[in-house]
């Protein structure tokens, strides 16, 4: 029954315009507000922590519009999983910074896109697919049934999906060789002993070394890139920064900081369209308490 709901409500999204899909995703964010749940919770969690200096009204107003931000993320993915090439290009309202990203790939060694849970992080991933030979990793959802569907919705403008094992490791390096592009979520909690820890909003974070040590073996320049989500459904801008020569160079620990600087640089010029609801601060050095 689950699985029949999810994708019934993805169907009937997808037959919405984006206006009215995102209307509804307000819905449930303000559903998200009023029943408890885990979004709910773990962002509570998480704002005060990265926001201290934020007085306590502040912190209620961004734990309640990222919570309307994250019920627009679930409508918008029948849009952008299940509309056709030429409707969804028009949900493209600009970019900014793309000259960045051409100009990496022009120079032969590939690059690597890496695009945090902000904004519309789906839609970033179609679009660079549609304009760039792209390889990424891919790992099915929890919910198996919808793998299928997720997967065609990716792939669908020519991305390739690779599994996240060593086959797939090596799959980026040789996209990268190819001159093309790798896309990676630089903001993925890695697990115990997968990651290293480096600050991300002046708290230490488990945080995955995958990027760094590709940046820093190819030379691979590196641009972060995420998709604003604009008001009232009038589609997405597109933002490309690239980031700072020295990630491509070791030691290991100072790219990954560098990484981490650049994930909250971009939360905080849109920090109501993070996704405050992940366990990013989950694995916790060694003696600290766990936070959630």
Not at 150 to 159: I, M, N, P, Q, T
Request: glycine share 10%; charged share 15%.
């Amino acid at each position: 029954m689950r699985i029949l709901a999810i994708n019934w409500l993805l169907r009937v999204c997808a037959a919405l315009p984006l206006p009215l899909a995102h209307a509804l995703g307000s819905l449930i964010g303000w559903g998200l507000l009023l029943i408890p749940n885990d979004l709910h919770r773990v962002s509570r969690t998480n704002i005060p922590l990265c926001f201290p200096e934020f007085t306590a009204a502040q912190q209620r107003r961004l734990l309640h519009a990222s919570l309307i931000e994250s019920g627009k993320t679930m409508t918008e993915a029948g849009a952008l999983w299940l509309w056709p090439t030429p409707r969804l290009t028009t949900l493209v309202q600009g970019t900014s910074g793309e000259e960045h990203l051409r100009a990496a790939l022009a120079a032969g060694k590939g690059a690597i896109l890496a695009v945090p849970h902000l904004g519309a992080w789906e839609m970033m991933g179609l679009y660079s697919s549609l304009h760039y030979p792209i390889t990424s990793l891919y790992r099915p959802p929890r919910l198996s049934e919808l793998g299928e569907m997720v997967r065609h919705g990716r792939e669908r403008f020519g991305a390739k999906l690779v599994p996240v094992d060593a086959g797939g490791i090596r799959a980026l390096y040789q996209a990268l060789g190819r001159g093309e592009l790798v896309g990676m979520l630089p903001d993925q909690e890695p697990g115990t002993g997968n990651g290293v820890f480096a600050p991300l909003f002046g708290i230490q974070a488990n945080t995955m070394v995958l990027l760094s040590r590709l940046a820093i073996k190819t030379g691979a320049p590196v641009i972060f890139a995420y998709a604003e989500r604009l008001p009232h459904g009038r589609g997405y801008h597109l933002h490309f920064l690239p980031a700072p020569p020295t990630i491509n160079h070791a030691p290991l620990e100072r790219s990954v900081t560098i990484m981490n600087d650049m994930v909250e640089n971009l939360i905080r010029q849109k920090p109501q369209q993070y996704q405050w609801g992940y366990k990013r601060f989950r694995t916790r050095p060694a003696g600290e308490p766990t936070i959630y």
